[in-house]
């Protein structure tokens, strides 16, 4: 019962942020109200929606992909710099409630594939291949420096039971 309780606010939160962020700045977002919430509770809401914890990430503390595209691809009035741009956005926004709303494991590379496309994607796996190939190579000279200092050790202790 718990589960279709947060199933069902999560969606509603969803779908009251999907309405707000139709508009470019909170003021705006007042002058056209969700359905049923009155004058207290939609101030409430569109403080929640602007406020920059609700814009973060909770897990890493950043502010998500999505977010972070509107605010690179609108002016400061809040503007669509290109209508391509706001297509994209709305498609980006329209996977992420999806994302959030099905309640599944599906990995956040999985969601980065479908906003961004393979290329990007297949970029920052070719650069965490190489971040992980640079961490074994270290390894490696840690483990080599290791020995090393194993070796050392066990000749100076061989040293001084020889005096």
Not at 21 to 45: G, M, Q
Not at 94 to 107: D, K, M, V
């Amino acid at each position: 019962m718990t589960s279709t309780m947060n199933t069902t606010y999560r969606t509603h939160r969803n779908r009251m942020f999907q309405h707000y962020s139709v508009f470019n700045s909170k003021e705006e977002a007042l002058e056209h109200p969700y359905p049923d919430l009155n004058k207290e509770e939609l101030t409430c809401v569109c403080d929640l929606f602007a406020s920059e914890e609700f814009q973060k990430n909770p897990e890493s503390d950043e502010i998500s992909t999505v977010l972070l595209y509107k605010k690179t691809h609108t002016n400061k009035d809040g503007m669509w710099t290109l209508e391509d741009a706001r297509e994209n956005f709305e498609k980006m926004e329209a996977l992420q409630l999806q994302y959030e709303s099905e309640e599944s494991h599906t990995p956040k590379w999985r969601f980065s594939l479908r906003c961004w496309g393979r290329k990007r994607v297949t970029c920052e796996v070719g650069e965490a291949r190489l971040q992980i190939e640079e961490m074994r190579a270290r390894q490696l000279e840690y483990e080599a420096l290791l020995v090393k200092w194993s070796d050392m050790e066990q000749t100076m202790r061989e040293q001084l039971m020889a005096e």
